[in-house]
Nanobody, 121 residues
């Protein structure tokens, strides 16, 4: 009923920048909190950044000052601007959102398919 599609991943050199986008589609009534997670082999998926419906943000300590999360409610889209990228930022990045669909007032949680970010020289 709801799809989250990430885009913007790719290969960049250390110190470079990328902007990830995640667009939600389907029978959407309202989108609440949205966030970005990342995962590397052998590691549990971890929170990178989170933003509430009112715009309050939260970041992992390792990305504070370098990454910025934002959202465009009119486009049902959340963004992650990543600057000063480091090799340790290499991971699959996943979009996550709490979404209430039309004719259903209880929100459910959804995941995108993930987009690969590789930081390497």
């Amino acid at each position: 009923q709801v799809q989250l599609v990430e885009s913007g991943g790719g290969l960049v050199q250390p110190g470079g920048s990328l902007r990830l986008s995640c667009a939600a589609s389907g029978s959407i009534f309202s989108i609440y909190a949205m966030g970005w997670y990342r995962q590397t082999p052998g590691k549990q998926r971890e929170l990178v950044a989170h933003i509430t419906s009112s715009g309050t943000t939260n970041y992992a300590d390792s990305v504070k000052g370098r990454f910025t999360i934002s959202r465009d409610n009119a486009k049902n889209t959340v963004y992650l601007q990543m600057n000063s990228l480091k090799p340790e930022n290499t991971a699959v990045y996943y979009c996550n959102a709490d979404v209430a669909i039309e004719r259903l007032w209880v929100p459910d949680n959804y995941w995108g398919q993930g987009t690969q970010v590789t930081v390497s020289s």
